[in-house]
């Protein structure tokens, strides 16, 4: 039986992924910025602990219309992992993806405390227009 191959199955993968992916922390806004070229791709909105160990706080991931599929959020939340393990920080994914991103990375994705994820969960809830 003669199969016709998926369109996007016949272009080489590298070519379905992104382009060269520049990543950008803006701590004073809470930003964690994607850019294909100079095209904003892609964002983590994130906070940093008020209290010790000042982890850094993940509450939304999201890719502009078009780019889904190439591996920018993944690229987006593997980086803000290691800027957090840079720092000797925490990282609590109270994003979604984020979260969904740490249980297939165990590797990579350090699993907080219970004591700092309920004090992100009340920063965040003591500040729900800054999100």
């Known amino acids: ?62 890719v502009e219309d078009g780019h889904e599929g190439k591996g920018i959020a993944g690229a987006l939340v593997r980086e803000f992992y290691t800027i957090a393990a840079g720092a000797g920080v925490p990282v609590v994914p109270l994003c979604p993806y984020a979260a969904k991103w740490a249980d297939r990375h165990p590797d990579e994705a350090p699993v907080p405390s219970g004591d700092v994820v309920r004090a992100a969960k009340l920063q965040l809830k003591a500040t729900p227009g800054l999100w």
């Open 1 to 62: 039986m003669l199969r016709t191959p998926c369109p996007h199955r016949s272009e080489p993968r590298e070519r379905r992924r992104m382009a060269e992916l520049k990543i950008r922390d803006d701590r004073t806004n809470g930003r964690l910025e994607a850019f294909e070229e100079d095209t904003f791709v892609g964002v983590i909105v994130y906070f940093v602990l008020d209290a010790d160990p000042h982890a850094l706080v993940a509450v939304h991931t999201i």
